[in-house]
């Protein structure tokens, strides 16, 4: 089975400016997640969606940082305006359901310059 | 709040040579615990898991851990590591099956020849 895409794989942007992150799960996949990788730390949840409904965002800077999952397939995650602090890895993950193992894709590393 | 602790940023070691990365998780009545492995530029790759049953778990690899309740722990092991298992080890930890998965720090494993 084709694994989880994301889209673009790096991205080096000024602060104050704008960026969009893209992920296509694995087909037949429920749950989608936007996890934030900083240097040295583990993952860490900014959004959960269960097909285009929102589970949790209780971690997302939702001042600057929104994600939409239209149709219950694919998702963006979007950052306006950026921080230095936002440099960091950002990791896309899908499941068959909340209850099922995740699968990641290969993120897209943000520097914030 | 769950919380995981991976007390060794790095381990270093020859190939061929028995290894064991460290996990410790916060107390709670159940646990769900996992170990994902990420390789350079890459996405998590789940090696293996613990929800139930047997507290000796195996996974990908040749990698096993071990579920140990009294001393809230859930230590990484292979014994005999090869160049290719370079990478970074993540343990997680959640509640239950629609809990939010927390990760630790990582542990990078260097393998030399």
Do not use: M
């Not at chain 2, 990698?63 to 092991?77: C, D, G, I, Y």
């Amino acid at each position: 089975e084709a694994g989880v895409a994301q889209s673009p794989r790096y991205k080096i942007i000024e602060k104050r400016q704008s960026v969009a992150f893209w992920c296509n799960p694995i087909s037949g996949h429920a749950t989608l997640y936007w996890y934030q990788q900083i240097l040295g730390q583990g993952p860490k949840l900014l959004i959960q969606f269960q097909n285009n409904g929102v589970v949790d965002d209780s971690q997302l800077p939702k001042d600057r940082f929104s994600a939409e999952r239209l149709k219950g397939v694919d998702s963006t995650l979007k950052i306006q305006p950026a921080k230095l602090e936002d440099s960091a890895v950002y990791l896309c993950a899908s499941s068959f359901d909340s209850y099922s193992p995740l699968h990641f894709g290969n993120g897209t590393r943000l520097t914030v310059t | 709040a769950q919380s995981v602790t991976q007390l060794d940023s790095q381990v270093p070691v020859f190939e061929e040579a028995p290894v064991e990365l460290r996990c410790n998780y916060s107390s709670s009545v159940s646990v769900y615990l996992f170990w994902y492995v990420q390789y350079p530029n890459q996405g998590l790759q789940l090696l293996l898991k613990y929800l139930s049953g047997s507290t000796l778990v195996k996974g990908i690899n040749g990698f096993e851990a071990e579920f140990n309740k009294s001393q809230t722990s859930f230590h990484l092991r292979k014994p005999s590591v090869h160049i290719s298992d370079t990478a970074e080890y993540f343990c997680a930890v959640n509640g239950g099956p629609t809990d939010k998965l927390i990760f630790g720090t990582g542990t990078r494993l260097q393998v030399f020849p």
